[in-house]
């Protein structure tokens, strides 16, 4: 899930829930009218062109409502394989004309808006659901109810679409019809159900797929795997600043602590730098043990931009560590046994083949070449300089004002398998 979520004003969600992406187009996106039979020929043709569930979805809905439905407000919720969201959800009403998509995460599964909301029966049970918000008995039947009521919703239903892992997909249905929905149609509605289900299982393999190879890739990587470079040798030569760091005295404290408390530390230390990086638009390709090699794509962000990014993210990771040193949190082993944690960090800026290496049957889509060999050569100076972050000649050409005129000079250095001495300059 990406970090930047968006205000969802003027709609609200409970804690741990995020809005990602919104779009009100309204009935303008369907047909002004249509019968079941056309929604579900678009089904079966047109729908299965459209790569993006959101606008499939709120395609779908006007579709229904051109088609006299009378639903009113609907949700599609699904599970997904994320390393810090349980699902996606979709939000669609007629009475605002919004369609949301939004992230919920492990804490909003304990959330007493989720634990009280028919819907948990649903998508842990796989039960299906029909409330009459008409009765008294329905209106106070959960705090969501109640709060539909209000809103003139004379009726509500939930049913699970299929089975993702341990939880069901579901969707949930809203009218403010009299009397509730009409039943006249209900084998036809379920088939165009069962079809749009079918649809969303396309979607989630897609999803996942994108998931895993944005986490174990990153997300430019994993978006070039996806498209088909998967062959070995794909890829091309970019220029770019290469970010590699490193975290001082990883051997000894390996030596002393236990595998889980090591693991700890590393992922404190990852996290932050991560963050870091990838709020400035570097590219984490790779940790090996305790470092951290990622990229600023100069073709991406610009000559200048590129190296000012890479220098403001190595500034951030520095400031978040000495954070993580004095505010260390509960779930890492006592300060005295790792206290203070230390990092090193180089910047070079050069050509490197960005792309697949390795054998024919196991590849790794990585960064390769002699500005990435020459970058682990300086951070390698940060100790014996006693310095946290050095740069090279190149990056400090293509930095302009205060990144610029900041800067120590460090001297020229020889660099283990680099032909002449390197100006390095600390930041």
């Not at 649809?199 to 498209?227: F, K, M, Q, S, W």
């Not at 770019?240 to 490193?246: I, L, Y």
């Not at 940060?382 to 090279?392: A, I, M, N, Q, S």
């Not at 190149?394 to 020889?414: K, S």
Request: contains cysteine.
């Amino acid at each position: 899930m990406t970090r930047n979520v968006l205000d969802p004003a003027p709609r609200s969600y409970a804690p741990h829930v995020y809005l990602l992406n919104r779009s009100q187009r309204g009935a303008s996106c369907a047909p002004e009218q249509q019968t079941l039979g056309d929604v579900h020929d678009w089904l079966l043709h047109q729908a299965t062109r459209i790569d993006n569930v959101m606008l499939m979805f709120e395609e779908f809905m006007w579709r229904c409502t051109a088609a006299d439905l009378g639903i009113d407000r609907c949700t599609l919720h699904i599970g997904t394989l994320h390393p810090r969201m349980i699902g996606f959800s979709w939000f669609w009403s007629r009475l605002d004309q919004i369609c949301d998509e939004i992230a919920a995460d492990a804490g909003a599964i304990t959330q007493t808006a989720f634990t009280r909301n028919p819907l948990y029966k649903v998508i842990i049970e796989g039960q299906t659901i029909k409330v009459d918000l008409e009765t008294e008995e329905g209106r106070t039947s959960a705090p969501l109810m109640k709060e539909l009521a209000e809103q003139g919703f004379t009726a509500y239903a939930a049913m699970p679409l299929s089975a993702s892992g341990e939880t069901f997909n579901a969707m949930t249905f809203a009218t403010t019809r009299p009397g509730g929905f009409e039943t006249k149609d209900k084998d036809q509605i379920k088939r165009l159900i069962d079809l749009l289900a079918l649809h969303v299982e396309r979607h989630i393999v897609t999803r996942i797929a994108r998931n895993v190879a944005d986490t174990y890739l990153g997300p430019i990587a994993g978006r070039r795997v996806l498209d088909g470079e998967i062959r070995r040798g794909d890829g091309e030569a970019i220029e770019a600043v290469v970010f590699m760091s490193d975290m001082r005295g990883f051997t000894q404290l390996a030596d002393r602590l236990s595998g889980p408390e090591v693991t700890a530390i590393l992922n404190a230390y990852f996290d932050r730098v991560s963050v870091a990086i990838l709020n400035h638009g570097g590219d984490i390709l790779k940790f090996m043990g305790d470092g951290i090699l990622a990229v600023f794509d100069q073709k991406v962000l610009g000559e200048g931009a590129a190296a000012s990014a890479a220098v403001n993210a190595a500034r951030a990771a520095l400031a978040a560590i000495e954070d993580l040193n004095e505010n260390a949190p509960d779930d890492l082993p006592p300060a005295e046994l790792w206290h203070p944690l230390k990092i090193g960090i180089g910047l070079h800026r050069g050509e490197v083949f960005f792309g697949n290496v390795g054998g024919e049957e196991r590849l790794d889509f990585t960064v390769i070449g002699r500005a990435v060999n020459e970058t682990s050569r300086v951070e390698s100076l940060c100790k014996p300089l006693g310095r946290e972050l050095l740069l090279t000649e190149p990056v400090r050409d293509a930095l302009t004002g205060e990144l610029q005129t900041g800067l120590n000079e460090m001297g020229e250095h020889a660099l283990r398998g680099v032909g002449k001495p390197v100006a390095i300059f600390a930041a």
